[in-house]
T-cell receptor, first 112, second 116 residues
């Protein structure tokens, strides 16, 4: 059973577009929601993370929107660039549990 | 400030052999977790170490074992290698006390293991 459901599986946008990746969860005990960016052959790099006490967080061109009542959160990439082409994973964990529960990933391609 | 460092970066082993992978956590982090990531898949949790003890374990056989040293560094050992063990092995570090230290989980670049 996938505890964190991520969509879409793949996404293609033009340079300058705003790709949006969505994640949904069931476990209301989750209280930490990070997004990771992974390039082929590299480890996941922490992009941005949010806690459920805020509805939005921005870091540079990356924004997380969080809807606690709907148990959903999403990643928006403003002014996307070809260098943003990568696989993006959402994740979640709860309390002192260091085990991350991962979405299945979204492969993003930004065309020049 | 060094991030999470892993070694070796790439290695090739033969079925039945044993392998040891190493990880040094980010400065200030005392908890190390290991993940296995097969090609095209998301990371799968193997186990987690804190205070030199295994604290949590995922759905992996006993062929996968680990160790944490007093300096917080960690090793992942895999015995009796199978072809299906070929994957990217990732080390993640974090502070145990997330509430006072902030719950940031960082990953190393991984160790690519190919079993032939």
């Amino acid at each position: 059973q996938q505890q964190v459901k991520q969509s879409p599986q793949s996404l293609i946008v033009q340079k300058g577009g705003i790709p949006i990746i969505n994640c949904a969860y069931e476990n209301t005990a989750f209280d930490y929601f990070p997004w990771y960016q992974q390039f082929p052959g590299k480890g996941p790099a922490l992009l941005i993370a949010i806690r459920p006490d805020v509805s939005e967080k921005k870091e540079g061109r990356f924004t997380i929107s969080f809807n606690k009542s709907a148990k959903q959160f999403s990643l928006h990439i403003m002014d996307s660039q070809p260098g943003d082409s990568a696989t993006y994973f959402c994740a979640a964990n709860a309390g002192n549990n260091r085990k991350l529960i991962w979405g299945l990933g979204t492969s993003l391609a930004v065309n020049p | 400030d060094a991030g999470v460092t892993q070694s070796p970066t790439h290695l090739i082993k033969t079925r039945g052999q044993q392998v040891t992978l190493r990880c040094s956590p980010k400065s200030g982090h005392d908890t190390v977790s290991w993940y296995q990531q097969a090609l095209g898949q998301g990371p799968q949790f193997i186990f987690q170490y804190y205070e030199e003890e295994e604290r949590q374990r995922g759905n992996f056989p006993d062929r996968f074992s680990g160790h944490q040293f007093p300096n917080y560094s960690s090793e992942l050992n895999v015995n009796a290698l199978l072809l299906g063990d070929s994957a990217l092995y990732l080390c993640a570090s974090s502070p145990w006390d997330r509430y006072s230290s902030g719950n940031t989980i960082y990953f190393g670049e991984g160790s690519w293991l190919t079993v032939v």
